[in-house]
């Protein structure tokens, strides 16, 4: 564990409860007297606070000092992903958050299946818990796009990952891909697309695979 994130730290005194209260004291063993690390994920800050005050259900935290200090990716790489099913995402986004992704924007495209839904509150706190873990100082940005035609319209510099004789470098200079569900692209999705690259293997690849594939050959 790198920090702990709560939305207020940098405040004097924290009031910790919750989840937080049992993760620190539950899961990781803290006690009276350490000194924890903290982050609120939105100002680079890393802030140093003492264990003052311990209950059972919940503690008294004062702020020690604070260091400013970035940990964030060297590129930007914006993800489009069409829908799949939310536990394949769910098994995914640390990994993509660690890579430093730092966008993505579940599209629902023409064979995504549509009983899905994504619970952007779930895939914050798997993010949260991924950072804290990894170091990474800001969290991910997320959206969800109703369609296709959407997703192209507003972002039209996008690059779509499919098979095409054109492969995907990692000298590309690439900030937004898109990344097609279970069964590709449909053939009027193709059609709206402006310029399309593959991924240089023989094999096809699930979604959240391609995913992975392509943000580790762009970001690493």
Not at 47 to 53: A, E, G, P, T
Not at 59 to 68: G, N, P, Q, R, S
Not at 150 to 164: G, K, N, T
Not at 192 to 209: H, K
Request: charged fraction near 30%; proline fraction near 3%; glycine fraction near 4%.
């Amino acid at each position: 564990m790198q920090f702990v994130y709560h939305p207020e730290a940098g405040q004097e005194f924290l009031h910790i409860e919750g989840e937080v209260y049992n993760y620190i004291f539950k899961v990781r063993r803290h006690c009276k007297g350490k000194e924890l690390a903290l982050r609120n994920m939105h100002d680079g800050y890393i802030y140093f606070y003492k264990i003052d005050q311990v209950s059972r259900r919940d503690a008294l935290l004062t702020l020690v000092h604070k260091e400013y200090k970035e940990v964030i990716p060297k590129r930007y790489l914006h993800i489009l992903w069409c829908v799949i099913d939310p536990k394949s995402i769910e098994k995914t986004l640390p990994s993509l958050n660690e890579i430093g992704v730092s966008k993505i924007s579940f599209v629902y495209c023409d064979r995504s299946q549509k009983n899905f839904k994504l619970r952007l509150e779930k895939l914050q706190k798997i993010l949260i818990n991924s950072s804290q873990q990894c170091g990474r100082s800001r969290l991910m940005e997320l959206e969800i796009m109703e369609n296709f035609s959407e997703a192209m319209r507003q972002y039209p510099d996008v690059v779509c990952i499919d098979f095409s004789e054109e492969k995907l470098q990692c000298s590309d200079n690439i900030e937004r891909v898109f990344i097609g569900p279970e069964g590709g692209f449909s053939k009027e999705e193709r059609a709206q697309m402006q310029r399309i690259v593959g991924l240089d293997t023989p094999t096809i690849l699930r979604s959240e695979t391609a995913a992975v594939a392509v943000a580790s050959k762009v970001m690493v």
